[in-house]
C-alpha cells in the first residue's frame, strides 16, 4: 500500500505540473470546449500509461543498447513540440468567425506521448524508481502504469476545465489570440530543461 502511495505522489505531482500535454490541453479547452477536446484528453489518459507499460516490459534495455534511439526521438520530440507551438500561436478562435485548427484526435494525443520529452522522463523515472531487479518486473510495472492511469485522469479534467473557465473570461477575439500565444511561448518553454546539458 505504501508502494502505491508513493507511486501516486509521483504520477500526480508530474502530472499536475506544467507540461506540453497539459498547456495543449488548456488550449483545447479554452478553443474547442470540453466535448470536442474529450478525444484529446482520453488519450492522453490511456497512452501514457500504455508507454509506461512499453518502457518497463522491454524500451528501457533498447535504449540502454542503442541510445541514439533515444536520442533521435528526443529530437524529433522536441521539433514536433515547436511545431505545436506555433499551430497554437497561430490558432484562430470560433469568435473570430473561423477556425484554422482542429483538437487532436485519440489516436494523435496516444501518439504525441512517444514525441513527449516530459512523458519519457516520467516513465522512465518512475520505471527507475519504483520497480525492483529482485522481483518479477511484469506486476510491477503494471502496478505503475494503472496508477497513472487513475491519477491521470483527474490531472486531465483540471487541465481542461481550467482552459474551459477561461473562456468565460476570455470574450474578445483579441484576448484569446493573446493567450494562444502565451500557451504557445510556455509550451517552448517547457521544452528549455529537455534541451540543456544534465549537470
Do not use: D
Not at 503494471?142 to 491519477?151: D, E, G, P, T
Not at 473570461?169 to 483579441?174: A, I, Q, Y
Amino acid at each position: 500500500m505504501e508502494l502505491i502511495a508513493a507511486i501516486a505522489l509521483f504520477a500526480f505531482s508530474s502530472g499536475i505540473t506544467p507540461g506540453p500535454n497539459n498547456i495543449m490541453l488548456m488550449t483545447s479547452g479554452l478553443n474547442f470546449g470540453i466535448k470536442r477536446s474529450m478525444p484529446h484528453m482520453l488519450g492522453i489518459c490511456l497512452g501514457f500509461p500504455a508507454m509506461v507499460l512499453a518502457v518497463g516490459l522491454g524500451l528501457s534495455a533498447v535504449f540502454a543498447s542503442y541510445p541514439i534511439i533515444h536520442s533521435i526521438i528526443k529530437v524529433v520530440g522536441i521539433a514536433y513540440l515547436l511545431y505545436l507551438a506555433w499551430l497554437i500561436a497561430n490558432s484562430s478562435s470560433k469568435m473570430e468567425g473561423k477556425q484554422t485548427a482542429k483538437p487532436f484526435s485519440f489516436v494523435q494525443a496516444a501518439a504525441f506521448q512517444w514525441v513527449n520529452p516530459k512523458g519519457w522522463i516520467m516513465a522512465v523515472g518512475a520505471i527507475a524508481t519504483f520497480t525492483n531487479i529482485e522481483q518479477a518486473l511484469q506486476p510491477q510495472v503494471v502496478l505503475i502504469a494503472s496508477v497513472f492511469f487513475s491519477v491521470a485522469l483527474p490531472c486531465a479534467v483540471v487541465w481542461l476545465g481550467f482552459g474551459v473557465a477561461l473562456k468565460r473570461l476570455l470574450t474578445e477575439p483579441r484576448h484569446q489570440r493573446i493567450f494562444n500565444i502565451s500557451m504557445a511561448l510556455l509550451l517552448v518553454a517547457s521544452i528549455i530543461p529537455m534541451v540543456l546539458p544534465a549537470n
